[in-house]
């Protein structure tokens, strides 16, 4: 699932695993620079588990600080994206271009 400011934009199911050696690009694919992301972006997170349109509400304003318990469990990484690419949560940490 894809949200955009807490709206559903795109629905799709996937099966896919991710080596921990990939790179994992935000808002650019490494092969076609023609598609980047045209805007800002701040605090991305991934989890494991499939997260409700109310939960990405309720999470979409807050920085790592303000997420409650429940809304960590099952985060993996979390990216403020303020400053640096450093991993809130994690250790995936990144580098911002």
Known sequence: ??????????SESQTRAIGVSETTYLGHRSYD???????????????TSVLTQAQIKSIMWKN????????????????NLS?????????NNGTLS
């Open 1 to 10: 699932y894809i949200y955009v400011n807490g709206v559903l934009e795109k």
């Open 33 to 47: 620079s023609a598609v980047d992301y045209n805007g800002y972006m701040c605090n991305v997170g991934i989890w």
């Open 64 to 79: 790592y600080a303000g997420l409650t318990s429940s809304e960590t469990d099952n985060l993996v990484s979390w990216w």
């Open 83 to 91: 400053a640096d690419a450093n991993d809130s949560h994690g250790s």
